[in-house]
């Protein structure tokens, strides 16, 4: 994420930089023109006209190349926002397919607190459909910038499965609690960075 957020500072960084070198560009041509006139550089007329030319040139290319740089980093970042857009739709897609049944089986086993084998099966089956949610997430085809996001919520998910699979072992309180903060924190991060990634690529644009 971090890595992230510098390339897109960096973005902004290169278009500062060629303005900024482009006016002190300006200002040294400002001050050799009024140190000449004052007689404090002697420059012929033909040095001076090349200096200025030259310095006009130079000018001249860093604002081609800015507007050419920024050209192609709008066409990059529209392409990865079409991309951003395309992969949250498939997964909320998928998670309204999944949802409904699986808070219906969240429901029974926190109300269920009598009978422990009626809440290991519904353990059982919501770790049944927590991994055929992870098979069909995990099938999805993404792009190299949005792999580290994927890989918060798959493993989101493989730990929620994980926790129901532990429960229907009787594992340990402590255990459970351990899966259940990881998987909290990897699904709060994973939003986090989907969020801010939309954000960074929207003020780009």
Do not use: W
């Not at 500072?9 to 070198?21: D, G, N």
């Not at 507007?67 to 309204?96: A, G, M, Q």
């Not at 084998?117 to 353990?123: D, G, H, R, S």
């Not at 890989?151 to 989101?156: F, G, L, V, Y």
Request: with cysteine; aromatic share 12%.
């Amino acid at each position: 994420n971090y890595l992230r957020d510098f390339r897109y500072r960096v973005v902004r960084l290169k278009y500062f930089i060629i303005v900024v070198t482009a006016l002190m560009l300006e200002i040294i041509t400002l001050i050799i023109y009024l140190l000449k006139n004052e007689n404090f550089v002697d420059l012929n007329m033909f040095t001076a006209s090349v200096l200025y030319g030259a310095i006009s040139a130079i000018i001249v290319i860093l604002a081609i190349g800015c507007l050419v740089l920024i050209r192609l980093d709008k066409r990059s970042d529209k392409n990865n926002i079409k991309l951003l857009l395309e992969f949250k739709r498939k997964y909320y897609n998928l998670l309204n397919k999944y949802s409904d049944n699986i808070n219906e089986d969240l429901k029974n086993f926190d109300r269920e607190t009598k009978d422990l084998e009626v809440k290991i099966n519904y353990a059982e089956s919501l770790s049944e459909k927590y991994g055929r949610f992870l098979k069909e997430f995990e099938e999805f085809g993404i792009p190299n910038f949005l792999s580290d996001i994927f890989k918060h919520e798959s493993n989101h998910i493989q730990l929620e499965k994980q926790f129901y699979e532990s429960f229907s072992s009787l594992s340990s309180r402590e255990v459970l609690q351990k899966i259940s903060a990881e998987s909290e924190t990897a699904h709060r991060t994973f939003l986090n960075e989907l969020n801010s990634l939309e954000k960074n690529l929207k003020l780009i644009i």
